[in-house]
């Protein structure tokens, strides 16, 4: 038990647990880390389905990759990996495709046994429609890199649904790249490692806060501490910013996704992990089916059943979890607003994907907590500053 601790860590996901176990292992401080939730992990927690023996990420499917050599060091301190490689397919109008779009999709699709040059140039022809740099929408812009056809069938319906709003209507930003490969490649990830923590998200993250330095208090919302510990003790923050401020500037505004989970009475529903549903008419975005994302495991889930989860995706209300960041360009504003709040706070860090409304994978979630811990934290403790 950490009973005065030398810093203070709001937020039990990965970058708040890389920030205590460096202070914990690397300078010997009694960390303290607190998380209103009722368990650690932040996003990228999962727990065994007891009914099936299936692990279920709780917030959405979790896929490790990183070309992070410093990264994969570190997080190999903590947990295997499974030779687990990501692909991810997509039904349109009945048939199933492989995604991302491939030669093999485009082949497919046309009903064509096109060679990457010839395939090369029907999209150049096809995208030839609208130039890019002309491109008002979101719609335009696609047609612009990859033309009508296929941005019909596979980015027209799942982005009006990801979005609630017609690409018409979406700011041509949001999308700056479309790659196709004019390959039969079909790796979701082209990272140099990838796999998934063989025995789960929960035993990686709980073996970091395993340290006599580091005490976890869950269902602890920082905002009850606030009086004890500001000004006091350094805290890093990776709480929303803008609940820090107490939305002073306005709140930033997010996309959340629902995701309805259920038990199925088959073994296998889909064949794979992920497949998306790019019909505009199909409500769900995407079925998960997690006992794919492990079949070393195939002996201890239940035979005959499965967990699958539709999602669906929506603009956050203000209870929501938020998971993507919009960023409007009101957004952009508040949070310059917000940044230079920051600044000015005394002994408050703010990092991770709330901290800094910045949409993080995992592996740059601990890549920049390892920066702020080089660059800020290690400098701090060692000139003995309180
Ligand atoms: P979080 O994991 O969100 O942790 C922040 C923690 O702070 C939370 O536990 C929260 O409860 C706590 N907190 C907030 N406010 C307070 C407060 N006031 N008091 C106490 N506690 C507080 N990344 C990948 O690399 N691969 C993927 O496949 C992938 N899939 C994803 C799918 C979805 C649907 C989403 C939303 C994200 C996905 N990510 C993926 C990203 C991954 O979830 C993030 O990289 C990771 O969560 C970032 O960690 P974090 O510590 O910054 O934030």
């Given at each position: 038990m950490v009973s005065a601790p030398d810093l203070l860590v709001v937020g039990a996901g990965f970058f708040g647990l890389t920030i205590a176990e460096r202070c914990a292992t690397e300078l010997g401080l009694q960390v303290l880390v607190v998380d209103r939730r009722s368990h650690i992990g932040g996003n990228a927690y999962s727990e065994v389905d007891e009914q099936t023996g299936v692990e279920v990420h709780k917030y959405g499917a979790h896929l490790f990759h990183t070309s992070n050599e410093r990264v994969w060091e570190y997080v190999n301190r903590f947990t295997g990996f499974t030779d687990y490689r990501h692909r991810v397919f997509g039904k349109y109008q009945g048939q199933i495709y492989s995604l991302p779009m491939n030669l093999g999709l485009i082949n497919q699709f046309f009903g064509k046994a096109h060679t990457p040059a010839q395939a090369r140039e029907l999209i150049a022809e096809q995208s030839a429609e609208i130039a890019t740099e002309d491109a008002a929408n979101l719609e335009e812009k696609a047609v612009s890199l990859i033309g009508r056809p296929l941005y019909e069938a596979f980015i027209k319906g799942y982005t009006a649904k990801q979005w609630q709003t017609d690409p018409t209507e979406?700011?041509?930003?949001?999308?700056?790249r479309l790659p196709v490969r004019y390959t039969y490649e079909n790796g979701w990830f082209s990272d140099t490692h990838e796999g998934l923590p063989v025995d789960g998200y929960t035993a990686w993250l709980t073996k970091m806060a395993d340290h006599p330095g580091i005490e976890v208090r869950l269902e602890t919302d920082f905002r009850d501490l606030r009086e004890d510990y500001l000004g006091s003790v350094p805290i890093v923050y990776t709480g929303p910013v803008d609940e820090y401020f107490d939305h002073s500037e306005g709140r930033l505004s997010w996309r959340t996704v629902d995701l309805e989970q259920s038990v199925e009475d088959?073994?296998?529903?889909?064949?794979?992990g992920v497949v998306n549903y790019n019909d505009q008419e199909v409500p769900w975005t995407r079925i998960i089916e997690f006992k794919h994302f492990h079949p070393e495991r195939v002996r201890t889930h239940l035979p005959g059943k499965t967990v699958i989860v539709h999602e669906y995706s929506r603009f956050a209300e203000a209870d929501d979890e938020p998971y993507y960041p919009i960023n409007t360009a009101e957004d952009r504003a508040k949070l310059l607003r917000y940044r230079e709040k920051a600044q000015a706070e005394p002994m408050v860090l703010f990092g991770g994907r709330l901290g800094t409304y910045q949409y993080l994978d995992m592996h740059m979630a601990i890549g920049s907590a390892l920066s702020m811990f080089d660059n800020r934290i290690r400098p701090h403790f060692a000139e003995g500053a309180p």
């Amino acid at each position: 038990m950490v009973s005065a601790p030398d810093l203070l860590v709001v937020g039990a996901g990965f970058f708040g647990l890389t920030i205590a176990e460096r202070c914990a292992t690397e300078l010997g401080l009694q960390v303290l880390v607190v998380d209103r939730r009722s368990h650690i992990g932040g996003n990228a927690y999962s727990e065994v389905d007891e009914q099936t023996g299936v692990e279920v990420h709780k917030y959405g499917a979790h896929l490790f990759h990183t070309s992070n050599e410093r990264v994969w060091e570190y997080v190999n301190r903590f947990t295997g990996f499974t030779d687990y490689r990501h692909r991810v397919f997509g039904k349109y109008q009945g048939q199933i495709y492989s995604l991302p779009m491939n030669l093999g999709l485009i082949n497919q699709f046309f009903g064509k046994a096109h060679t990457p040059a010839q395939a090369r140039e029907l999209i150049a022809e096809q995208s030839a429609e609208i130039a890019t740099e002309d491109a008002a929408n979101l719609e335009e812009k696609a047609v612009s890199l990859i033309g009508r056809p296929l941005y019909e069938a596979f980015i027209k319906g799942y982005t009006a649904k990801q979005w609630q709003t017609d690409p018409t209507e979406l700011s041509p930003d949001i999308i700056t790249r479309l790659p196709v490969r004019y390959t039969y490649e079909n790796g979701w990830f082209s990272d140099t490692h990838e796999g998934l923590p063989v025995d789960g998200y929960t035993a990686w993250l709980t073996k970091m806060a395993d340290h006599p330095g580091i005490e976890v208090r869950l269902e602890t919302d920082f905002r009850d501490l606030r009086e004890d510990y500001l000004g006091s003790v350094p805290i890093v923050y990776t709480g929303p910013v803008d609940e820090y401020f107490d939305h002073s500037e306005g709140r930033l505004s997010w996309r959340t996704v629902d995701l309805e989970q259920s038990v199925e009475d088959v073994d296998d529903f889909q064949g794979t992990g992920v497949v998306n549903y790019n019909d505009q008419e199909v409500p769900w975005t995407r079925i998960i089916e997690f006992k794919h994302f492990h079949p070393e495991r195939v002996r201890t889930h239940l035979p005959g059943k499965t967990v699958i989860v539709h999602e669906y995706s929506r603009f956050a209300e203000a209870d929501d979890e938020p998971y993507y960041p919009i960023n409007t360009a009101e957004d952009r504003a508040k949070l310059l607003r917000y940044r230079e709040k920051a600044q000015a706070e005394p002994m408050v860090l703010f990092g991770g994907r709330l901290g800094t409304y910045q949409y993080l994978d995992m592996h740059m979630a601990i890549g920049s907590a390892l920066s702020m811990f080089d660059n800020r934290i290690r400098p701090h403790f060692a000139e003995g500053a309180p």
